[in-house]
């Protein structure tokens, strides 16, 4: 089936020490998202790209970074993670933006020792 | 800011009634918008999306619109124990090509046996 994936499920890391999650899709999609969802709360986008094209929210901490290599992967690079930025970390796609609905991965929950 | 609103919850009904959860949205403009379950640790699941005033009907999922009154919302018929969930109002965002989406903080909603 085709899907969004996102690894690895649960992420632990130390204060301080740099992170990469993953996403990955098979739906061919042009747009890949990044969310940051903490508890009982909305989920908040970090970044979005349109096939190369990146788009960075104005309120993103500047220690978070996104690559996207090819159509298929995505990736979130958080340089020194705080304890504030454990939460869960939820990758979407959608075929072309606009009014297209958003197609989230499993996510991947980030917890700061 | 714009700003998507639900009915802060928590919802219960028992089996087999009626659930109703309302959002509404400040972005006057929005043409799209998108009902996401959200299950307890886990990623938010598309369920229901509108783009046109009036009803729209998926099996027991009825979401309603009306862009006058900038009001959205979904019923839920013969609700089940595991409908037992989070439900996430999202609105897209009218200037934005790239689908950016604005979400409620979500109404959880409990059926009871």
């Known amino acids: 089936d085709a899907m969004v994936i996102q690894n690895p499920r649960y992420q632990v890391t130390q204060f301080g020490k740099p992170v990469t999650l993953s996403c990955s899709q098979t739906l061919n999609h042009n747009v890949m998202y990044w969310y940051q969802q903490k508890s009982s709360q909305a989920p908040k986008l970090l970044f979005h790209y349109y096939d190369k094209d990146f788009n960075n929210e104005a309120d993103t901490p500047d220690n978070f970074q996104s690559r996207r290599p090819n159509t298929s992967f995505c990736f979130l690079d958080i340089r020194s993670p705080g304890l504030g930025d454990a939460a869960m970390y939820l990758c979407?796609?959608?075929?072309?933006?606009?009014?297209?609905?958003?197609?989230f991965g499993d996510g991947t929950r980030l917890s700061i020792l | 800011q714009k700003e998507v609103e639900q009915n802060s919850g928590p919802l219960s009904v028992p089996e087999g009634a009626i659930a109703s959860l309302n959002c509404t949205y400040s972005?006057?403009?929005?043409?799209?918008f998108f009902w996401y379950r959200q299950y307890s640790g886990k990623s938010p699941e598309l369920i229901m999306f509108?783009?046109?005033?009036g009803d729209k009907e998926d099996g027991r999922f009825t979401a309603q619109l009306n862009k006058a009154s900038q009001y959205v919302s979904l019923l839920i018929r013969d609700s089940q124990p595991s409908d037992s969930a989070t439900y996430l109002c999202?609105?897209?965002?009218?200037?934005?090509?790239?689908?950016?989406?604005?979400f409620g903080r979500g109404t959880q909603l409990t059926v009871w046996p």
């Open positions: 999202a609105v897209n965002e009218e200037s934005s090509t790239l689908g950016r989406l604005y």
């Open positions: 509108i783009y046109s005033n």
């Open positions: 972005d006057r403009g929005s043409q799209s």
């Open positions: 979407a796609t959608s075929f072309t933006g606009g009014n297209q609905p958003q197609h």
